[in-house]
């Protein structure tokens, strides 16, 4: 196999070759999950942009369907780009999308419906030619910054609601927009949020999480009981921000305990943009997409011949803490565990590391709940490192700690040239405790020329009653997507290897700290393929 092949997913959803990016309009209609992203018919690199579109039983085993969207029309002649499906009640699905419809790339947006609404798949949609494009931009608004329409919302007084990403000069913005018949669409007179020096806000997303339990809410519901979270695709710096907030009479405003801008949450703290969630009725849940980029270079895109995957869809929910959102994979993945291995109570001295046998180690699942008995010896931490990343930049897995770094080595040759580590490290600041969760591509690959970041988030965990803390990466050729204690903090790294490939590829558990860690208990799974025609 050439390595471009044994870089291809098992198990995290692509098509067979080709360029994609953004998840687009995921929807559950009449039984079947549709999935739509932004795809190149006629490449591995972006362009040519059109909506591919795959439906499925259980957001895992997928088939590709003929293009639902693609360029036919003035007003989306150089590209139909990212968009959201919303079903409406009583009459089916509508998709809202974005047209550019000139080389100066202005923007509109764009309606669609499906053809035949009782086709299973609906194969086929429609842009009626006496509605589009649906949304202009009125000259307030900035013309080629204007895009990525969301799914509509319903309330009691009659609309529906949308908001479309912009941006006025530097401040990045979630225009409102509201219409009685889906039709005629009216600018609300403020956004719905703005915040200044964020630049462009692609692919907005707003919707509901009850606080009182972890099920989804379809759009948004009015009442005391929940919480709004508005996620912006953040074009500067390629990550998916959210807030946590309440929204009332047309704003919405951010919790203080939610910081707004550059130091807020991310859905991810690694590779994931441009994420788009979506309420399944069947399974009452919220559930998320997210694109994850390669991480080599273009010239290895056009030789692979193939660009991009979607992270593994997850559910998502409010922390009961209030202050961030949980997430976790869906739960239809575990039909793709085969054998499974355990290791319990293994106690992991200073330096130690130990391989978990007798799994396919470069396409697994893994679970693992480590403990330890005294934070004593936790390093301090220097004020001087701002961001999660700045830390494990200057404190890896390779450099000895004090609680940690301890965590699993995925992807690793059995002498160790190449592995991702992906840890806990756990610091003193003043009188709290910092934890550190890093997954680190620097060791990742022999190759030079990628990109390898030692990407890394806070952990929001009270350490200092119950000493134990959980991990579980998803490990699938280049892929190496972690959930930190339950989906507080998770991190998708692409990665690699030239030599931890197929059956050469391992897994570890170590510790390079003082304090000794036990591996109260691991669980690590061969995986199946998914079945993604
Ligand atoms: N990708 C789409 C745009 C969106 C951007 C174009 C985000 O609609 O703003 O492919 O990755």
Redesign the pocket.
Known sequence: LSIGAQHRTGYHFQPPKNWI??PNGPMYYNGIYHFFY?YNPKGSV?GN?VWAHSVSKDLINWEAVEHAIYPSKPFDKY?C???SATVVPGKGPIILY?GVKDEAQNQVQCYAVPEDPKDPYLRKWVKPDNLNPILVPDKEVNGSAF??PTTAWWSKDGHWRILV?SRRKERGVAYLYRSKDFKTWVRAKHPLHSKGDTG?W??PDFYPVPLKNNLGLDSVVDGKQVKFVLKN?L?LTRYDYYTIGSYDKDKYVPDNTSEDGWGGLRYDYGNF??SKSFFDPSKKRRVIWG?ANESDTTDDDVLKGWAGIQAIPRTVWLDPNGRQLLQWPVEELDSLRGKEVNMKSQKLEKGVNVEVKGITAAQADVEVKFSFSSLDKAEPYDPKWVHAQDACDHKGSKEQGGVGPFGLLTLATEKLEEFTPVFFRIFKDQNKHVILMCSDARSSSLKSKLYKPAFAGFVDLDLTTNKKISLRSLIDHSVVESFGEGGKTNILSRVYPQLAVASQAHLFVFNNGTEPITVENLKAWNMKSANIK
């Open positions: 990016n953004d932004q972006w942009i590209g780009w990212s968009g974005t895009r990525d990403g462009m692609e692919c695709s074009d943009y441009a694109w």
